[in-house]
């Protein structure tokens, strides 16, 4: 005597019904999928460096009686720049507490800010706000900054210097 199980018979039947679809044997309809894809190429810019040091030399109380010292520069150089033509700078770093446009200076020389600007002359203050801008036709870009120190009080002999951070901003 031989019992047959519906249950047996319907799985049976499920499993042969799946397995054209399993095997891919059964192709009955085709789809096609139209999807779009999005992007933007921005414009780039490395430096050559990325860090500047400005010297300020060995200045004497003399020069400093005018108020200011002589402006010194140097510049970030771009390299392998691509639809660049433009930057946008701004400056972070401790700001001189009675005013604020100048770097603090640190060190044990003393009466001394440190006045920072654009080699075109826009000011850089160190508030990480103020922007200054830089504009060229083609190539690569030089980002010339200058700085000073201003007097600020009664001057003590020794190193004054300043760090500071410049964000740059390609367009």
Known sequence: MTLTSPFLRTSRLALAALLPVAT???A???DTLTFAVRGSIRPSCGLAADRVRIDLG???AA???GGTSPWRGAAFTGTDCVGVTRATVTLTATPFGPDPRYLAATGTGGGVAIELRTAD???LP???VTSAGFHWPAGNPVLGFQARYVRVGALRPGGAGASAQIHIRWE
């Open 126 to 128: 160190p508030d990480g």
């Open 63 to 65: 020069e400093l009686a």
């Open 58 to 60: 060995a200045v004497t």
């Open 28 to 30: 009955l309809a085709s």
């Open 24 to 26: 891919g044997t059964s």
């Open 121 to 123: 002359g826009a000011p």
